[in-house]
Nanobody, 126 residues
């Protein structure tokens, strides 16, 4: 059974940092194209970062470029998202995702996702 389980969310103040983790099971994580999405209340789910199986190809949307870092540890079936310089606009539910294909990584589209995690809440507020 395929599972993606996120952790690490929480309430932080503007400018602070968080590290999100996603533990995968039920598929060959080491060969899988992976990514992070987020969804704020009343808004569509948006892709923000993606990474190829060997970490050689990494893509970010402009709104998080330079502040967020995606990484993976294939030996531990784990995906990470380091969130720095957090802003109130970053408040959202964050989701780990397995893409259907490496060819979709740069598009950041929810329709290209094969599996979703349950999400972890990040709230940035003073």
């Amino acid at each position: 059974q395929t599972q993606l389980v996120e952790s690490g969310g929480g309430l932080v103040q503007p400018g602070e940092s968080l590290t999100l983790s996603c533990t995968a099971s039920g598929f060959n994580f080491g060969a899988a194209p992976m990514g992070w999405f987020r969804q704020a209340p009343g808004q569509e789910r948006e892709g923000i970062a993606s990474i190829s199986w060997g970490s050689s190809n990494i893509f970010y949307v402009d709104s998080v470029k330079g502040r967020f870092t995606i990484s993976r540890d294939n030996a531990k079936n784990s995906l990470f998202l380091q969130l720095n310089s957090l802003k109130p606009d970053d408040t959202a539910m964050y989701y780990c995702a397995k893409y259907k294909s490496h060819g979709f990584l740069s598009r950041h589209r929810a329709s290209d996702v094969e599996y979703w995690g349950q999400g972890t809440q990040v709230t940035v507020s003073s």
